[in-house]
């Protein structure tokens, strides 16, 4: 059986840089009746981001699909977490923030970090960051990975952090690797990646039409942040452990996240599209994009097997294009397993060697959590 593969890749890249017709919905659906290796045939929704972001595209797809099984029972919208310990852990820290100084100096300090990148502040060139002004309107090159859960799951629980944790240090992990392969000392420039964050108050999912309800509480639109953080180097000193390296960098993580900085710079957005316009709003985020050398996303998918038109989903992902920069990740999950998507800049990334040394940081990730005893 001949099979298509690169030939869809390439209708991917192409139709990822078309503009969509201002005339028309903001909306297509190519349907190719194609077989590659994945897949039997591909469903290709694109869609602008004007519609919405990724919870609220999600959303409609869930509202679109049926159990593969059992068409009559209603499919089980997932969650991410549960919104009450988000709000209790604020009101926490707002209660603490007299009596903690340490914590005030620190958001303080990541608050105006964050504005700086927003701003001024600038990562060097390097082999993951071309710096080219209109890199969101050149070509790119889409690949994805499908991971197993249960071998994630190994990662998880050998340093007790989330699974979203894990692979995003994998991810992390894989482009060192690349940056030190392109160019030994270039692992060593200061590179910030953004991972994007929900601002909606709960992150269960919701039917399109709660969703579009009056005082919702996970309302339609495009609600999200993003949160710069540092990308962790390797060590001069000591030999690299991959277990160490995703440790470091969601210790990276998970003080930005629990710093004020991120619900101040919510408010800083809100200040920015009420006081000067969506522009104004807009050219931040632009420059916040712009100065930084990666973004990082990561959506739930459905929790069971669903069918889309009676064919059954076989496997999903979604990919973010017209970035300003030279990689955007993706990590979505869908019925025990995640899929982990790149958009890279072509003929400045090499795909073959990036995507290869994901592929090597993730054997060097399960080995290493084989090799270990779990944290008592």
Known sequence: MVLYDENLDEYMSKIAMEQLPHDKPLWEMHIIKYPTSRAAGTFIFKLHHALGDGFSLMTTL???????????????????????????????????????ASLLFKSVFDFGWSVLKGSLIADDQTPIRSGHLDVGFRPITILNVSLSL????EVKNMLQVSLNDAIVGTVLLGIQLYMQAMNH??????TTALVLLNTRKIRAYKSVKEMLGTNSKAPWGNRFYFMPFPIPEFSDTSPLNPLEFV???????????????VPLTDVLLRLLNQIKGSEAAARYMFKTLNNSSLSISHMVGPVEKVALANHPIKGLYFMTVGLSQSITVTITSYTGHFRVGFGVEKDFIDEHLFKSCFETALEMMLKAAGTLQPKL
Do not use: Y
Request: proline share 6%; net charge positive; aromatic share 2%.
């Open 150 to 153: 249960d071998s994630i799951k």
């Open 185 to 190: 000392t270039s692992s060593k420039a200061k």
């Open 247 to 261: 440790l470091k960098a969601n210790k990276i993580i998970k003080n930005k996240r629990n710093s004020l900085a």
């Open 62 to 100: 869930l509202s679109c699909v049926q159990r593969a099984e059992n068409p009559s029972i209603p499919i089980t919208f997932p969650s991410s977490r549960k919104s009450e310990e988000s709000e209790i852990k604020i009101k926490t820290m707002l209660k603490k923030l007299p009596q903690t």
